[in-house]
Nanobody, 120 residues
Framework: QVQLVESGGGLVQAGGSLRLSCAAS????????MRWYRQAPGKQRELVAS???????MYADSVKGRFAISRDNAKKTVYLEMNSLKPEDTCVYYC??????????????WGQGTQVTVSS
C-alpha cells in the first residue's frame, strides 16, 4: 500500500509564507511526477504546480513567481514553498504522485489534504 502524507498547512496573514511537504511511503519502486492541487469550497480542484522526477517544473499562472515546487527523490518527498500569500490562496491543498509500484505498473495516489488559510 502507498501513502502520501502532507504537512505544513495552517493560518497565515496575507503576504506571509508557508511550506508544504508531502512524503510518499509504502511499496514503491520509484516516484514519477509529483504535483500539488488545491480546492476551495464549491470550486473544482485545480493544478497548482508539478515536478517531474528529473526536476522539470510547471506552475499555474495564478502562482507563478510566488510558489516554488521542489522534491527530494531520496526521501520521496515533494515540497511547495508559498510566498506572498493572498486570501484567494485559501484552499485545501492536495499532494498527488504517479508511483511505480511494480515493473510496468504506475498508479496515481492522493494525499489527505492540508488546509491553508490566508487572512487579510
Amino acid at each position: 500500500q502507498v501513502q502520501l502524507v502532507e504537512s505544513g498547512g495552517g493560518l497565515v496573514q496575507a503576504g506571509g509564507s508557508l511550506r508544504l511537504s508531502c512524503a510518499a511511503s509504502g511499496r514503491i519502486l520509484s516516484v514519477n511526477a509529483m504535483r500539488w492541487y488545491r480546492q476551495a469550497p464549491g470550486k473544482q480542484r485545480e493544478l497548482v504546480a508539478s515536478i517531474t522526477s528529473g526536476g522539470s517544473t510547471m506552475y499555474a499562472d495564478s502562482v507563478k513567481g510566488r510558489f516554488a515546487i521542489s522534491r527530494d527523490n531520496a526521501k520521496k518527498t515533494v515540497y511547495l514553498e508559498m510566498n506572498s500569500l493572498k486570501p484567494e490562496d485559501t484552499c485545501v491543498y492536495y499532494c498527488n504522485a504517479d508511483v511505480l509500484i511494480t515493473v510496468g505498473l504506475v498508479r496515481a495516489y492522493w494525499g489527505q489534504g492540508t488546509q491553508v488559510t490566508v487572512s487579510s
